[in-house]
């Protein structure tokens, strides 16, 4: 799920909620901080496999924070606002 350790990017919320329209179809709304409300709420991407396995993405350098940014067409200090749990600098 967004903001968890193998999709640490909580900014993604907003692309799962345009491309579902969650908003229209359930009424669950995201906030400025993308916490989902009614707090009760809960978003994931599942796949399933049978030799799947879990993992976290490790931290992440500033050269990588830059280029995510870029794709994202963010500002370096927003994504690392978004992505400041993962960095490795500070």
């Known amino acids: ?27 669950i709304e995201l906030s400025e901080s993308l916490s989902m409300m009614p707090a009760s709420a ?10 799947s396995q879990y993992f976290a993405v490790g931290n992440i350098t500033k050269e990588q924070v830059e280029q995510y940014a870029v794709r994202k067409d963010m500002s370096l200090d927003e994504m690392e606002r978004w992505l400041s749990p993962i960095l490795a600098y500070e």
Not at 42 to 51: E, I, N, Y
């Open 42 to 51: 809960v978003s994931a991407l599942v796949f399933g496999h049978k030799q």
């Open 1 to 27: 799920a967004p903001g968890y350790p193998s999709q640490p990017d909580h900014t993604e919320k907003r692309t799962m909620w345009d491309l579902m329209k969650v908003k229209d179809m359930t009424g």
